[in-house]
């Protein structure tokens, strides 16, 4: 066991670290070409690379990271390994990029959000309205981009005849993986939403009785 206190800095230093835009390279290509059907299976930019070897380090790091502290479960480590996997496959074909540029945004794009969760409970302001916010803003961005827009982006994906089919097999993969992750979110989200609803019945039901009581005296 090492020291908590150093790998509780190693910890910081590796969340602030996802900051870095790695998916900014790939909202910048989005912002040049768009996805479509038509532009699937294409031929990748000099941009596309960049922004695509940019997030294959990320990802090596991080997931190095994540096996070697244990700081993940398995279906994190699985979303890591097809990133990664999905990535090579691009460089290596030398298409896919604009589809592939496309995932890692979609999927990347929720990171910062999930990023200061951590942060709040590390300071102990995570169960304030704070808190609260970046979490509502989390499941609706995760769900309008990773499950909405990710959707038509497969549909895009499957309908082109140019991408290979490892390509479109990687697609219907981290969008089932996308799917996974939102069911997680869905359960978590009613468990607080019923938390904090007991949570305010029980101050409703406190504040009658110190009213009654006040009235009484």
């Not at 670290?17 to 912002?31: I, R, T, V």
């Not at 609803?197 to 101050?203: D, L, P, T, V, Y």
Request: charge should be positive.
């Amino acid at each position: 066991m090492g020291n908590p206190f150093v790998i509780q800095q190693r910890d910081v230093i590796d969340r602030a670290s996802e900051q870095l835009p790695a998916w900014l390279g790939c909202a910048l290509q989005l912002a040049l070409t768009g996805l479509s059907s038509t532009t699937t299976g294409t031929e990748n930019t000099p941009l596309q690379v960049i922004a695509l070897i940019l997030s294959l380090g990320y990802f090596i790091f991080d997931m190095g990271w994540c096996v070697y502290y244990r700081t993940e479960g398995p279906v994190m480590l699985a979303h890591h390994t097809l990133s990664i996997l999905g990535i090579l496959l691009a460089l290596v074909q030398g298409e896919s990029g604009i589809e592939t540029c496309a995932v890692l945004f979609g999927t990347e794009i929720t990171n910062p959000l999930l990023q200061a969760r951590w942060f709040l409970r590390k300071v102990g302001r995570y169960d304030t309205l704070t808190g609260d916010v970046v979490d509502l803003l989390f499941i609706l961005l995760f769900a309008g981009v990773r499950i909405g827009v990710g959707g038509r982006m497969l549909y895009c994906e499957l309908a082109s005849p140019r991408p290979s089919l490892a390509v479109k097999g990687g697609g219907i993969a981290i969008y089932g993986l996308s799917c996974v992750f939102m069911v997680d979110i869905a359960r978590f989200a009613c468990r607080k939403s019923a938390s904090k609803f007991r949570r305010w019945k029980e101050q409703c039901k406190a504040l009658g009785v110190n009213g009654d009581s006040g009235t009484t005296n």
